[in-house]
């Protein structure tokens, strides 16, 4: 129950597609969902997140789509670029801690 | 702003040694969480940290451990060293212990068990 199911493992897309990235969560508890975004030898870092209040949060290029009724959740990357390729990893937490369970990662290229 | 930093960056350790990881969090920031990444099981949570106590414990065995010291920095320790320990440790810091904020995770130390 406190597993974050994340697909495609992989993803290859073009330059100036559209990028989706799906997570899938069973515990009700959760109740933040935060993409991190991470390139080769550094750490993760936070790129957009969004609690189940709302259905959708838009950042720039970056898109989060929630449906809390079917427990899933969504990044959508507009416009992708070559730069946006990295490991991009979903994540869940509930309540008065720091500790997420992150899905297992989709690795993203975009090509030129 | 300086990042949150992570000593050592890489480190080789043979099975049955110990090893010990440094996190200094960004300043200001009191909360400290490690993640181990493995390419196998992916991000998993190792523990948490607020104000020198622990919060949070993930599933790792007891060979596990840490602390947080009074200026917030944090160690991590790893006892009788397993080829599986074999892993990237990343530390995160937080400006809360609520989940309200962002995490900052540093660069992380590559550790390589033989």
């Known amino acids: 129950q406190q597993q974050v199911k994340q697909s495609p493992q992989s993803l290859i897309v073009q330059k100036g597609g559209i990028s989706i990235i799906n997570c899938a969560y069973e515990?009700?508890?959760?109740?933040?969902f935060p993409w991190y975004q991470q390139f080769p030898g550094k750490g993760p870092a936070l790129l957009i997140a969004?609690?189940?209040?709302?259905s959708e949060k838009k950042e720039g290029r970056f898109t989060i789509s929630f449906n809390k009724s079917a427990k899933q959740f969504s990044l959508h990357i507009m416009d992708s670029q070559p730069g946006d390729s990295a490991t991009y990893f979903c994540?869940?937490?509930?309540?008065?801690?720091?500790?997420?369970?992150f899905g297992t990662g989709t690795l993203l290229a975009v090509q030129p | 702003k300086a990042g949150v930093t992570q000593t050592p960056r890489y480190l080789i350790k043979t099975r049955g040694q110990q090893v010990t990881l440094s996190c200094s969090p960004i300043?200001?920031?009191?909360?400290v969480s490690w993640y181990q990444q493995t390419p196998g099981q992916g991000l998993q949570f190792l523990f948490e940290?607020?104000?020198?106590?622990?919060?949070n414990k993930g599933n790792f065995p007891g060979r596990f451990s840490g602390r947080q010291f009074s200026n917030s920095r944090s160690e991590m320790n790893v006892s009788t060293l397993e080829l599986g320990d074999s892993a990237l440790y990343l530390c995160?810091?937080?400006?809360?212990?609520?989940?309200?904020?962002?995490?900052?995770f540093g660069e992380g130390s590559r550790l390589t068990v033989l």
């Open positions: 515990n009700t508890a959760f109740d933040y």
């Open positions: 300043s200001g920031h009191r909360s």
């Open positions: 969004i609690r189940p209040d709302v």
């Open positions: 994540a869940a937490s509930s309540g008065a801690t720091n500790k997420l369970i």
């Open positions: 995160a810091s937080s400006s809360t212990n609520f989940n309200t904020g962002e995490l900052f």
């Open positions: 940290y607020f104000s020198e106590t622990q919060r």
